[in-house]
């Protein structure tokens, strides 16, 4: 059975920090794309960051992450870890891990291949 398992979530102070974990387990990760999306009350999923697997490697986020946010992957583990910095109300959502195949749409919540239950991450200003 894959799976994507997050942990790391929870509520803290605006301008505070957190690290989100995700372990996936099932199948080798190592060349799908991993990431994370977050989706808040009310609104659609967003990407929020994602690395390209082994063979690529490329880094993207959403815009108002960048300078606060950073991805890492241990592809060994077929884990992948988000490190948020300075956190803002504006980022309380639940946040998933997804796993996308090398030539689908990452930005594409519907075309992952794999995704995480998602933690709460709150942010109180």
């Known amino acids: 059975q894959v799976q994507l398992v997050e942990s790391g979530g929870g509520l803290v102070q605006s301008g505070a920090s957190l690290r989100l974990s995700c372990e996936g387990s099932?199948?080798?990760?190592?060349?799908?794309?991993m990431g994370w999306f977050r989706q808040a009350p009310g609104k659609q999923h967003e990407l929020v960051a994602v690395?390209?697997?082994?063979?690529?490697?490329?880094?993207k986020y959403v815009d108002s992450v960048k300078g606060r946010f950073t991805i890492s992957r241990d592809y060994a583990t077929n884990t992948v870890v988000l490190q948020m910095n300075n956190l803002k109300p504006e980022d309380t959502a639940v946040y998933y891990c997804?796993?996308?195949?090398?030539?689908?749409?990452?930005?594409?919540?519907?075309?992952?291949?794999?995704w995480g239950l998602g933690t709460q991450v709150t942010v109180s200003s």
């Open positions: 997804v796993a996308h195949a090398p030539d689908a749409n990452w930005a594409s919540w519907a075309n992952a291949a794999y």
């Open positions: 099932g199948r080798s990760f190592s060349l799908l794309a």
């Open positions: 690395q390209g697997g082994i063979d690529l490697g490329n880094i």
